[in-house]
């Protein structure tokens, strides 16, 4: 049976986006033992209502790959690190729109360009500000950038450039970044999402579950996110890289998983929810609840440097469940 407390902050948020839920009432709903599928279903009539049953489809390429100066637990692109992956610079605009092209012909709608490091060099940028032009030429993608640490001028050229979502994520909440991260404060990520922000980007910020954290501190992420007022925030599941310090981790149960997306969606309930990667290991044949639970966007392809499922079998599944793919930029 319905709870009242969830079918009554259910309704209020569907009248109104603006009457979101209490930390109070997010913490008790996130932590109680027997409302899951209750919570699940609840989440799916606010995506619907704020989404419809469309849904967007995001790929992205690993641009610049490892040697990277930071020491975040989970990152097999990590100097600190010894994974094995291959490290390059940046890649040539010729490789990086090739690959946007293939990924439209596969069913993306958004493209992102993804580098390793604390920030890319004046250079780089205007590498990528120009590929992301002939990317707009080329194709109907949305392109979008995940380039580290942004100065206010970086942004700027890259809005002015054909960018229109920079992608920066929190990783976690505030209070257990410390466990996860030592080489830059949580308050570099905030001023580069705000630096995105005030420069006219959309911003796409998340970060990952099941690397330790309490569900209170899932909720103080999410209730981070709805501060910042970003437009898209990506969820990600650990999945765990031999190598690095989350090698020996578990992987969250498939429901807490669903169930933790269901809260992020009560707590953002108009913003965009996307389900990224350490996805296939988390959820297994549960993939396509990620919908029910109040995502409505996926990311298809492979990750930055572990592999994902065919595109195909992402889109097939997407139709399966009557949901529609949104329209090229």
């Not at 001023?191 to 998340?206: D, E, M, N, P, Y």
């Not at 989350?246 to 429901?255: K, V």
């Not at 997306?261 to 929810?273: H, L």
Request: charged share 25%.
């Amino acid at each position: 049976m319905f709870n009242k407390m969830l079918l009554s902050i259910t309704e209020k948020i569907i009248k109104d986006p603006n009457d979101s839920i209490y930390y109070e009432d997010a913490y008790r709903l996130a932590v109680s033992q027997d409302n899951a599928v209750d919570l699940i279903m609840c989440a799916s009539k606010i995506r619907e209502k704020y989404k419809k049953n469309i849904v967007f489809t995001c790929s992205i390429i690993n641009a610049k790959s490892g040697r990277c100066s930071e020491d975040c637990a989970f990152c097999a692109q990590s100097a600190h690190h010894k994974t094995g992956i291959e490290s390059y610079p940046l890649l040539d605009k010729e490789k990086m729109v090739n690959n946007s092209i293939l990924m439209e012909k596969a069913g993306a709608t958004k493209y992102s360009m993804v580098t390793s490091g604390h920030s890319l060099s004046d250079g780089e940028i205007d590498s990528i500000g120009h590929t992301a032009e002939e990317i707009n030429k080329k194709t109907d993608l949305s392109v979008c950038a995940s380039l580290g640490q942004l100065t206010e001028p970086m942004a700027i050229k890259l809005k002015e450039m054909g960018v229109t979502t920079y992608h920066h994520n929190l990783e976690t909440a505030r209070s257990y970044f410390d466990q996860i991260c030592t080489t830059h404060d949580y308050d570099e990520d905030i001023q580069t999402v705000k630096i995105a922000k005030s420069a006219g980007l959309r911003v796409c910020s998340g970060g990952i579950l099941g690397l330790g954290e309490t569900w209170a501190q899932r909720v103080e992420l999410a209730f981070t996110l709805k501060e910042l007022d970003v437009d898209s925030i990506p969820i990600n599941f650990l999945n765990p890289i031999p190598g690095t310090r989350m090698e020996n981790r578990s992987l969250i149960p498939p429901m807490e998983a669903l169930k933790s997306i269901a809260i992020f969606r009560f707590i953002n309930p108009d913003k965009d929810i996307t389900i990224c990667g350490g996805r296939e290991k988390t959820l297994g044949d549960f993939q396509s609840w990620i919908f029910m639970a109040g995502a409505n966007g996926i990311m298809i392809g492979n990750y930055l440097t572990t592999k994902g499922r065919s595109a195909e079998m992402d889109i097939d599944m997407i139709r399966q469940i009557d949901l529609s793919i949104e329209k090229g930029a």
